[in-house]
């Protein structure tokens, strides 16, 4: 359905204003007069990592079992949260491959409503990328399989469920998927999970007064909340034990960009993007992150230091005018993320960081004759459209590489722009002043008010006329409005014939 821009306009200001009472509420998480957070008085809890998860099979066809479950979570200190999770009670475990191998998950829903399991950032069949097309009925199991082709990365999974994404991660199903190769075996980087290569989950909530998590949309930002949490708990410290530490640092929120520095401003290098490595470290005071983006830091610690990871406020609130019009998406806040001490006394100095992580990443795809797409992000539309789950956006009969440039359409609203089956350089940035790092080969990128980004985009190549795969903005509840376009890989001279999907929208209202 295409929407008239006059009505968008009209909306957006008519939404701006009702909105006056989330900015105050909003302001609440600020930084000059800020209350400290719930969860976050008295002492810290050491900080949980998620599990490796067990697999079996042989040693390049592993087969992985999720259980998506509810129950009670102590996000909080000091009261129970229902949450959901998988083989657990919140988040996921974290699944590991090698490049190469062949992985099977045997999802079973004992949620009780139905969801979905997406891929965030692998390369697959579109049958097997979990997107609204792949339900999973309550009591069943869905057991998708593939190759994996992606370079060593740091991806993610999570629900993709037609118009209740945002729910259903913020309910808490979110887990990493980290992929290793040649390169990440040759590389001198702290790789020992859980101890020196650390996964942070960053999430933010709202808590009723019992503990509960508010479920309520807020105009225009959906489920944007007031309390971060890191690996599912507020207030989280980490000890370290070696001079070096890696983060691998998901930003899993449904709408929040975090800033993220540490408390004493020191200079950290960052090594890899949402899709491998960098070609070289690059040193950093502050990093933004969108959701659903992904960076691994690596951060040098001494004996006696006692710093915290940080979300700063953007400068220039990230283009986003600071009126009673706009709505507030916490772009001015400033939080703790997670507290660090460093190792212990007598730990050496941490060796020389690599000087070259990943020569592969030094030069994107080749796009001379590559088609270009041109995708406007405005409100909850691209191109004037909002999702639908039985038209055919976009068909690509080719293997090689395209350029989409993406253009953020709205003066006074933050986009994101993500692609299934896909990554992407992105070679131009331009129409904002704000600095976006986007370094490295990436899957999801940040738009600012006004900003567009040429992207030279790889995908995937699995024809299939019958299965679409998804791009959207990564800020769930623009997803869950309807900000997504569907495309499909088919053969030259092939047509689309979506043999799935329904029209049915499950909107929850
Ligand atoms: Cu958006």
Not at 125 to 141: C, F, K, L, N, Q
Not at 187 to 200: H, N, S
Not at 312 to 319: C, S, V
Not at 466 to 490: A, K, N, R, S
């Amino acid at each position: 359905m295409a929407v008239p821009a006059v009505d968008r306009r009209a909306f957006l200001k008519g939404a701006g204003l009702v909105a006056g009472t989330v900015v105050a509420v909003s302001a609440l998480g600020g930084c000059s007069t800020a209350p400290t957070p719930r969860g976050y008085g008295g002492a810290p809890r050491p900080l949980p990592v998620p599990p490796l998860a067990d697999a079996t099979g042989d040693a390049t066809s592993l087969t992985y079992r999720l259980t998506a479950q509810a129950g009670d979570s102590r996000i909080l200190p000091d009261v129970s949260t229902r949450t959901w999770g998988f083989n657990g009670t919140h988040l996921g475990p974290t699944l590991t491959a090698r490049r190469g191998d062949r992985v099977t998950v045997e999802i079973t829903n004992t949620l009780g409503e139905t969801t979905t399991v997406h891929w965030h950032g692998m390369k697959l069949p579109a049958v097997a990328d979990g997107g609204p097309h792949s339900p999973i009925e309550p009591g069943a199991t869905w057991s998708p399989g593939w190759t994996v082709e992606n370079t060593a990365a740091t991806l993610w999974y999570h629900p993709h469920t037609h118009g209740l994404t945002g729910l259903h991660a913020y309910r808490g199903l979110a887990g990493l998927f980290i992929v290793e190769d040649e390169v990440s075996d040759s590389l001198d980087l702290p790789r020992d999970y859980g101890v020196d290569d650390i996964p942070l989950v960053l999430m933010d909530h709202r808590f009723n007064e019992d503990g509960s998590l508010d479920e309520t949309d807020l105009p225009d930002l959906g489920l944007l909340g007031d309390t971060p949490t890191v690996n599912g708990i507020t207030n989280a410290h980490f000890d370290a034990s070696t001079p070096r530490v890696r983060f691998r640092v998901l930003n899993g929120s449904t709408m929040r960009f975090y800033n993220l520095a540490f408390s004493d401003d020191r200079a950290f290098n960052v090594i890899a993007s949402d899709s491998g490595f960098l070609p070289e470290p690059v040193e950093r005071g502050m990093l933004p992150i969108g959701p659903g983006e992904r960076w691994e830091i690596l951060v040098d610690l001494e004996p006696g230091d006692d710093i915290s990871l940080v979300s700063l406020p953007f400068p220039d609130n990230f283009g986003v005018p600071e009126d009673g019009y706009t709505p507030d998406f916490g772009l001015g806040d400033q939080f703790t993320l997670l507290g660090i001490t460093g190792p212990p006394e007598g730990s050496g100095p941490a060796p020389a960081v690599p000087g070259v992580l990943d020569v592969r990443a030094a030069t994107g795809p080749d796009t001379t004759d590559a088609p270009q797409r041109d995708f406007l992000l405005n409100t909850f539309s691209i191109n004037d459209l909002m999702m639908d789950m039985n038209r055919v956006d976009v068909v690509i009969d080719h293997s090689g590489p395209e350029i989409w440039k993406v253009t953020n359409d709205n003066s006074d609203w933050p986009h994101n722009f993500h692609i299934h089956n896909a990554r992407f350089r992105v070679n131009r940035f331009e129409g904002t002043g704000v600095e976006v790092f986007n370094d490295g080969w990436k899957d999801t990128v940040s738009l600012p008010p006004g900003a567009g980004a040429t992207l030279a985009v790889e995908f995937g190549h699995h024809p299939d006329p019958t299965w679409p795969y998804m791009y959207h903005c990564h800020m769930l509840y623009h997803e869950d409005q309807g900000m997504m376009g569907q495309f499909v890989i088919v053969e030259p001279g092939q047509t689309p014939a979506l043999e799935t999907g329904s029209s049915e929208h499950t909107h929850r209202h």
